[in-house]
C-alpha cells in the first residue's frame, strides 16, 4: 500500500521529489544553498533530497512518520538509498547518525535557508530528545553497586533533561501555532504536523 503520491511532495520548498541528475543545475534555486553547490560527495543527489524530505518544514513525511527515526529511514529511501545494498545502507546509517561533519552543515545551512528559527528548534530538539530516549533505554551495565547507583543517577538525568527538552518543544510548538494551546495539543496528540500548517508558518 502506498502512502502517500507524487503530488503529495508538491508542497516541498525546492522541488527535488522525482528529479533525475545533478539536483543543483534541475533546481536552481538549490543554488542559493552555497554548500550544496560546494559539497563533494559520489551520492550528493541523494544526500540532498535526503535532507530536504526529511528537513523541509513542509515534507508530506512530517505527517505520515511522526517517529524521528521511522522518517529518517523513510527519507533515505525515498532520497534512493537502497537497504537492500550494503554499502548504501551503511551510507544511509552514517546520514541518519550524522556522523558526517559535512553532511550537518548542509543540513544547518538548509534549515538556514528555510528561515524558520522555531521548525529549526523543533528538529533539533526532537533529534537530541530520541537520542537521550535510546540513551536511557540501553540496560544498565554495572559490575559493583557504586557503578549501578552511577549509571542510574546518570539516567535519572537523562529523564530530567528528556522533560527539560519535552518542555522546550512544547513550547516551541505554541508559538509555531500562534498560541493556540487547543491546535497545538490536537496536533501532537495525532503525533503529527500536517505540511499545510507548517507552510503558513
Known amino acids: 500500500m502506498k502512502l502517500f503520491t507524487d503530488s503529495d511532495f508538491n508542497v516541498l520548498t ?16 538549490l543554488s542559493l544553498i552555497e554548500s550544496f553547490v ?16 526529511l528537513y523541509d518544514p513542509n515534507s508530506p513525511l512530517k505527517e505520515f512518520f511522526p517517529d524521528m527515526q521511522r522518517r529518517k529511514e523513510q527519507s533515505a529511501i525515498l532520497a534512493g538509498f537502497s537497504m537492500e545494498d550494503e554499502q548504501s545502507k551503511n551510507k544511509a546509517a552514517s546520514l541518519m547518525g550524522l556522523k558526517n561533519k559535512g553532511v550537518i552543515v ?19 530538539n526532537e533529534e537530541t530528545f530520541y537520542e537521550y530516549q535510546r540513551k536511557l533505554l540501553r540496560n544498565v551495565e554495572a559490575d559493583r553497586d557504586k557503578d549501578l547507583l552511577q549509571a542510574l543517577q546518570i539516567k535519572g538525568k537523562i529523564m530530567e533533561d528528556l522533560d527539560n527538552i519535552n518542555g522546550r518543544l512544547e513550547k516551541y510548538y505554541l508559538k509555531m501555532y500562534a498560541g493556540d494551546e487547543d491546535l497545538v495539543k490536537t496536533i501532537t496528540a495525532r503525533g503529527s504536523i500536517s505540511p499545510e500548517t507548517l507552510a503558513n508558518v
Do not use: A, Q, T
Open 106 to 124: 548542509l543540513i544547518d545551512d538548509f534549515l538556514r535557508f528555510v528561515n524558520n528559527r522555531i521548525w529549526s528548534m523543533i528538529v533539533s
Open 14 to 29: 525546492f522541488p527535488i521529489h522525482n528529479v533525475k541528475g545533478d539536483l543543483v543545475k534541475k533546481v536552481p534555486r
Open 38 to 53: 560546494k559539497y563533494k560527495d559520489p551520492d550528493k543527489e541523494k544526500v540532498i533530497k535526503y535532507i530536504c524530505y
